[in-house]
């Protein structure tokens, strides 16, 4: 899903922002994958979030182990 995000991001960019320059190409490219990745770490960022305040598991929510944990080290 974050990658189609992405690629439109990048798409719409590239539609918008296209070169001006014979050297433009590249840096157009290159400005577009860094919105694109923007766009789609935002969106990431607002999902986490999401889900952060949708679900509230507490200490007292998990399960307790019948047996303690061995601890190694």
Do not use: C
């Amino acid at each position: 899903m974050l990658n189609t995000i992405a690629t439109s991001a990048i798409t719409a960019y590239l539609a918008a922002h296209g070169p001006a320059t014979p050297a433009g190409p590249v840096r157009a490219q290159l400005q577009a994958q860094v919105d694109g990745y923007a766009a789609a770490f935002r969106w990431a960022s607002v999902l986490i979030v999401v889900a952060a305040v949708f679900i509230k598991v507490q200490k007292d929510d998990l399960p307790a182990p019948e047996v303690a944990p061995a601890h190694v080290g």
